[in-house]
């Protein structure tokens, strides 16, 4: 049985799957009795959006230029996407006053993401993710929707990873867009959550065309990590106050609702597709409540980063029975991987 991650896109909440998946990990390392075992060799595809798509790409980076293993474990992954949030999201006076507080530019400056990404992406290209994979982006100067990947034959294996990832996370008033070139291809990209910020679908799609499975949904495991759910009804848009809106009045109201629709239509296009191949018990999706963050996703102070941890902890304290039953369908599935082997 092939397994396959898909992960959400969501900002500071991004850490939320990297938890869940650091105690899934060390799950299987304690049934295995082997600590050396990483998630991202047991895996057989990836898809990711955004802040997915950087946790999957860390998933799947090689411990050498030619290795088969996984470079990081979750416990690693999980400090460097700390250590990420504090760098992508710091600014400096001079940049907010150049940009009169993200008025006339984005909020935050590059030049501590292009030094990150380098410092932790080095100049591994596509081709050599130890898995396959896909990472979505939009190319707003083709007006078309990107999707990375490392499949045979694809264009995007000579890619560094570096320049994909910087494309992925680049949120629009945020972050500026990323612009690099390869080859006679240039590519001005912004990030895959205006299209899919849950990309579970096209996870699905994708890995039936790198014949990951023949059509037989019984072949397949499917873990969807989402971001977090609000615990609480999303703010209701009431008639009196929506009639009354101009075009800057609806720009927020109107983000919150494409987006959130997007999310709640692929998780259940996803759901009844794995249900009407009589396959859904293997589907997994696992988005927890989110009760201590309550801030913007975009918000990367260290309490809210914090209150992040805290709800994925709530969520792994309140389904240890759950997330037990899926690390040893994963035993059960795949023989034990050693690094050193």
Excluded at 51 to 59: E, F, V
Excluded at 107 to 124: A, I, N, P, R, T
Excluded at 125 to 135: R, S, T, V
Excluded at 179 to 206: K, R
């Amino acid at each position: 049985m092939k397994i396959i991650i898909s992960i959400d896109g969501g900002g500071v909440r991004g850490i939320i799957p990297v938890a869940i998946l650091n105690y899934l990990e060390r799950r299987i390392q304690d049934i295995q009795g082997d600590s050396r075992i990483r998630i991202g060799n047991l895996v057989d595809f990836v898809a990711g959006t955004s802040s997915g798509a950087t946790l999957g790409a860390l998933m799947l980076l090689p411990s050498g230029t030619k290795s088969p293993w996984a470079k990081y474990d979750m416990k690693e992954i999980t400090d460097i996407y700390m250590d990420l949030l504090e760098r992508f999201f710091k600014t400096d006076f001079k940049h907010k006053v150049k940009t009169l507080w993200g008025l006339k530019g984005p909020k935050y400056s590059e030049d501590q993401m292009e030094e990150s990404l380098l410092q932790y992406f080095d100049h591994y290209k596509m081709e050599q993710l130890i898995k396959p994979c896909l990472i979505t982006g939009y190319d707003i100067s083709k007006r078309e929707i990107i999707l990375y990947s490392n499949l045979k034959d694809d264009k995007y294996n000579s890619y560094y990873i570096k320049d994909i990832i910087r494309s992925a996370i680049s949120i629009p008033s945020i972050f500026y867009p990323s612009h690099f070139q390869e080859g006679t291809d240039v590519n001005i990209v912004i990030h895959g959550d205006l299209f899919s910020s849950n990309p579970s679908m096209l996870a699905i799609t994708e890995s039936y065309r790198a014949e990951i499975f023949q059509e037989d949904f019984s072949e397949i495991y499917f873990l969807s990590l989402g971001t977090g759910l609000d615990h609480e009804l999303k703010r209701k848009f009431l008639y009196e106050e929506a009639r009354k809106w101009g075009k800057e009045d609806w720009l927020i109201p109107i983000l919150d609702i494409v987006t959130s629709a997007s999310q709640k239509y692929t998780e259940k296009q996803a759901k009844t597709t794995f249900e009407s191949q009589k396959s859904l018990e293997n589907y997994h999706r696992i988005n927890p409540e989110i009760f201590y963050s309550g801030g913007s996703a975009l918000q990367a102070n260290k309490e809210e980063v914090m209150n992040c941890i805290k709800d994925a902890l709530r969520y792994i304290e309140n389904n240890k029975a759950y997330l037990e039953e899926i690390a040893n369908d994963i035993c059960r599935m795949k023989y034990l991987i050693r690094v050193d082997d």
